[in-house]
Nanobody, 120 residues
Framework: QVQLVESGGGLVQAGGSLRLSCVAS????????MGWYRQAPGKQRELAATITSGASANYADSVKGRFTISRDNAENTVYLQMNSLKPEDTAVYYCHANIIWGRWVTEDYWGQGTQVTVSS
């Protein structure tokens, strides 16, 4: 089994910064793409940023230039550095990973979500 555990959410004023972390644990063989998605109240879950195992990053237009995604392959960890936060960034942020585990099974996993609230 595999588990993703997120941390780092919280309440911050507009213009502030937060850093999210997500650690994958379990019988992991390797991890393909990792990423962060977010879901604001009353809205669908949307992509914020993804990063491949080779560190190629992709960002939603709404976060480009403000958010930076990175990963530590040795620690099975993905990070999201969020700067210049805006009230519209308020959402539950979910970690996602495409993982090869156990008997070479490939599956998508999600974290439990961490709340990010940006006050104006």
């Amino acid at each position: 089994q595999v588990q993703l555990v997120e941390s780092g959410g919280g309440l911050v004023q507009a213009g502030g910064s937060l850093r999210l972390s997500c650690v994958a644990s379990g019988s992991i063989i390797s991890i393909n793409t990792m990423g962060w998605y977010r879901q604001a109240p009353g809205k669908q879950r949307e992509l914020a940023a993804t990063i491949t195992s080779g560190a190629s990053a992709n960002y939603a237009d709404s976060v480009k230039g403000r958010f930076t995604i990175s990963r530590d392959n040795a620690e099975n960890t993905v990070y999201l550095q969020m700067n210049s936060l805006k009230p519209e960034d308020t959402a539950v942020y979910y970690c996602h990973a495409n993982i090869i585990w156990g008997r070479w099974v490939t599956e998508d996993y999600w974290g439990q979500g961490t709340q990010v609230t940006v006050s104006s």
